[in-house]
């Protein structure tokens, strides 16, 4: 299906319009709010029809995005419109204060997720939407795509490791858009207050769950292709590992390596350039793998695939390998039993058996929450 075919839950302005009538509106969004084929914002649109936009939102990379992954963005005014930004990314509570919520009586969130549990923009889409349980407010998801809405896979969370890149019981790929997501963490009562909000969700038309959906701008400034965001579920581990991922490269979540890497026929060097002013190994030239000639249907098709990262772990020294993994890994990964595994040798395919069931189970408790069919 082409991606014109597609019209994002924004675009559908008849559908939620007279919801917002008389209404003050804080907009959740940022960067990838775009409409109309990437020519407009949603919040210009809205505002173009007479929404009054009292307040904005922005989620991790700030409402620009070009923020680097985690750092801490500071509450601004958007040049354009003069509308406050409260970041809900600003390394404090980072929850609205009342002050904020009394700015506005309903709250639009327009955000392009990409469909991992370890992709933060959930996260701030699910604590807004408990401050709106909290203070009677009503909560609306305008939908996007999932671009890898065909992948449901990985550990289901361990929430004894819920932290900032984990906060639901879900798989690592759910195959859920976040409206979706939003419905399910209502019906589940996953939010922290364990209120429900008054949510609705305008859904995206033309769109099954097997369209291969091309996002219109980056979502992130390290997620630079479609081919990096097919092989997110399966590299992002190496960031709770000593290895380079290309952050500091034009190939972040493509490549991946280390200077002490053996066997390793690419070599590349981080160095610090917008969105990445500090990564991992600057300046040290690094020895791995290139995934970019990986044919976009067999890295789906592969799912969650750890080969990445036990053949990095296999080619490092042997002095190196009790080092190879740190804390943060089992965060991303939501299971403790992985980095063993590895260390012990099992293969990806032995270590892939441990969540079949799990993904099972999952299927069936998402299946009340989904909107869009499979084809």
Same mark, same amino acid.
């Given at each position: 299906m082409a991606r014109a075919e597609i019209v994002v839950g924004a675009e559908r302005l008849p559908e939620y319009l007279p919801l917002l009538r008389d209404s003050r509106v804080a907009l959740l969004s940022n960067h990838t709010g775009l409409v109309n084929g990437?020519?407009? +914002?949603?919040?210009? *649109? @809205?505002?173009?029809?007479? /929404?009054?936009?009292?307040?904005?939102?922005?989620?991790?990379?700030?409402?620009?995005?070009?923020?680097?992954?985690?750092? +801490? /963005?500071?509450?601004?005014?958007?040049?354009k419109t003069g509308i406050l930004i409260a970041s809900l990314y600003n390394g404090k509570d980072s929850s609205p204060s009342p002050e904020t919520m009394d700015r506005f009586d309903v709250i639009l969130c327009d955000l392009q997720d990409v469909g991992v549990r370890y992709y933060t923009y959930y996260v701030t889409m699910m604590k807004l939407m408990d401050a709106?349980?909290? %203070? =009677?407010?009503?909560?609306?998801?305008?939908?996007?795509?999932?671009?890898?809405? *065909? *992948?449901?896979?990985?550990?289901?969370?361990?929430?004894? @490791?819920?932290?900032?890149?984990?906060?639901?019981?879900?798989?690592?790929? +759910? =195959?859920?858009?976040? =409206?979706? @997501?939003? @419905?399910?963490?209502?019906g589940e009562c996953w939010l922290p207050s364990a209120k429900k909000v008054d949510l609705t969700v305008i859904p995206c038309a033309d769109y099954t769950r097997s369209t291969r959906y091309r996002l219109p701008v980056n979502p992130s400034p390290n997620l630079k292709s479609m081919k990096a965001i097919y092989l997110y579920p399966s590299t992002c581990y190496?960031? =709770?590992?000593? *290895?380079?991922?290309?952050?500091?490269?034009?190939?972040?979540?493509?490549?991946?390596? +280390?200077? %002490?890497?053996?066997?390793?026929?690419?070599?590349?060097t981080p160095r610090s350039m917008p969105g990445a002013k500090n990564p991992p190994l600057n300046g040290r030239l690094c020895h791995g793998k290139d995934l970019r000639a990986l044919d976009d249907d067999s890295i789906i098709a592969r799912?969650?695939?750890?080969?990445?990262?036990?053949?990095?772990y296999r080619s490092m020294p042997p002095a190196l390998q009790p080092k190879f993994f740190t804390s943060f890994f089992n965060l991303l990964i939501g299971d403790r039993r992985i980095a063993?595994?590895?260390?012990?040798?099992?293969?990806?395919a032995e270590i892939r058996a441990l969540w079949q069931d799990d993904i099972k189970a999952f299927r069936a408790r998402r299946k009340p929450y989904l909107l869009y069919p499979e084809k």
């Amino acid at each position: 299906m082409a991606r014109a075919e597609i019209v994002v839950g924004a675009e559908r302005l008849p559908e939620y319009l007279p919801l917002l009538r008389d209404s003050r509106v804080a907009l959740l969004s940022n960067h990838t709010g775009l409409v109309n084929g990437g020519k407009e +914002h949603t919040l210009d *649109m @809205l505002l173009r029809n007479g /929404v009054n936009v009292t307040a904005i939102f922005s989620p991790e990379h700030g409402f620009r995005g070009d923020a680097d992954a985690g750092s +801490h /963005v500071k509450n601004s005014v958007d040049a354009k419109t003069g509308i406050l930004i409260a970041s809900l990314y600003n390394g404090k509570d980072s929850s609205p204060s009342p002050e904020t919520m009394d700015r506005f009586d309903v709250i639009l969130c327009d955000l392009q997720d990409v469909g991992v549990r370890y992709y933060t923009y959930y996260v701030t889409m699910m604590k807004l939407m408990d401050a709106a349980a909290r %203070s =009677g407010k009503r909560f609306i998801v305008l939908d996007r795509p999932n671009p890898v809405a *065909m *992948m449901v896979d990985g550990p289901v969370l361990d929430m004894s @490791l819920k932290s900032g890149v984990g906060a639901l019981p879900v798989p690592v790929a +759910h =195959g859920m858009t976040l =409206g979706e @997501l939003a @419905l399910m963490i209502n019906g589940e009562c996953w939010l922290p207050s364990a209120k429900k909000v008054d949510l609705t969700v305008i859904p995206c038309a033309d769109y099954t769950r097997s369209t291969r959906y091309r996002l219109p701008v980056n979502p992130s400034p390290n997620l630079k292709s479609m081919k990096a965001i097919y092989l997110y579920p399966s590299t992002c581990y190496f960031e =709770g590992t000593v *290895m380079s991922l290309g952050r500091g490269t034009e190939m972040p979540f493509e490549i991946y390596g +280390h200077p %002490s890497m053996k066997n390793a026929p690419f070599s590349f060097t981080p160095r610090s350039m917008p969105g990445a002013k500090n990564p991992p190994l600057n300046g040290r030239l690094c020895h791995g793998k290139d995934l970019r000639a990986l044919d976009d249907d067999s890295i789906i098709a592969r799912g969650v695939d750890l080969s990445y990262v036990i053949d990095a772990y296999r080619s490092m020294p042997p002095a190196l390998q009790p080092k190879f993994f740190t804390s943060f890994f089992n965060l991303l990964i939501g299971d403790r039993r992985i980095a063993p595994m590895i260390r012990e040798g099992k293969s990806a395919a032995e270590i892939r058996a441990l969540w079949q069931d799990d993904i099972k189970a999952f299927r069936a408790r998402r299946k009340p929450y989904l909107l869009y069919p499979e084809k």
